[in-house]
């Protein structure tokens, strides 16, 4: 009897092992999902491939499983929709609107799984100041607003790199509309970039973007503040992390042409 009490113990210990086993490895199946979507996010934003963006857009909003992620990686997407619709000559201001309207629908359904997701609360914040900034008045805010969706935020991770790139943005180009001021903005890129390292040095984070623009920024800033050699330098390493970000060459190829 003792003997088989002792072989049904061990036989609950090897299921629960197998378990937790399984539970592990769905998991980081899910998040190896979720860094391949993110990096195709980012390639086709650096690359400014309209195209690829708004299929990878499309396919995320038409997945069944709607949970957290991917409700934040469609309002990820179609954020940097919106970024892109405002710099090609083409991009209307209603398109603009169309893509931070997707783009805050995405986030409310992800924010209802995950009220406390602080990287979801600051993107839904840049999505509705995008379409606030572009005239896009039909931006749903259901109760919140993106000034109170980014102290949300910084409230529950005020070292989240992206939160702080955000925040950042908020005053570099949306002081208008989400009572920033641009002079903030330097030191504030400063720290979003020191934040970026510090992330960088430690395990891979999920969500992991944001490094390259925050070099980026910061480069624009300090080319406003007539520090070519600090932007020069910044640029430098927004290129090392992305080599294919359009923006960032452009930005160089001006500042070396002088």
Not at 222 to 244: C, I, N, S, T
Request: charged share 25%; aromatic share 8%.
């Amino acid at each position: 009897m003792r003997s088989f009490y002792r072989n049904l113990r061990r036989l609950s210990c090897r299921t629960v092992l197998l378990a937790l086993l399984g539970a592990t490895h769905a998991v980081c199946a899910d998040e190896a999902q979720w860094r391949d979507t993110e990096a195709r996010i980012q390639y086709g934003y650096y690359t400014q491939d309209l195209r690829a963006l708004t299929n990878l857009a499309g396919n995320l909003a038409a997945q069944e499983s709607k949970d957290a992620w991917q409700g934040y990686y469609a309002g990820l997407a179609n954020w940097r929709l919106a970024q892109l619709a405002v710099l090609h000559p083409g991009g209307k201001a209603a398109t603009v609107g169309q893509f931070t309207e997707r783009c805050t629908r995405a986030l409310d359904a992800a924010l209802e799984q995950r009220p406390d997701f602080a990287d979801a609360l600051a993107v839904r914040a840049a999505c509705a100041a995008r379409g606030l900034a572009g005239g896009g008045l039909h931006v749903p805010f259901a109760g919140h607003g993106p000034r109170k969706d980014l102290d949300k935020a910084l409230a529950l991770a005020p070292r989240n790199p992206r939160v702080m790139l955000i925040d950042a943005l908020a005053d570099y180009e949306f002081a208008a509309v989400l009572d920033g001021s641009k002079e903030r903005a330097l030191p504030k890129l400063r720290r979003a970039v020191a934040a970026f390292e510090t992330e960088r040095g430690g395990a891979e984070a999920l969500p992991g973007w944001g490094a390259a623009e925050a070099y980026y920024y910061l480069g624009r800033d300090l080319l406003e503040h007539a520090d070519p050699v600090g932007a020069r330098d910044a640029l430098e390493h927004a290129l090392l992390l992305a080599p294919e970000y359009v923006q960032a060459r452009a930005l160089m190829a001006k500042l070396t042409a002088g």
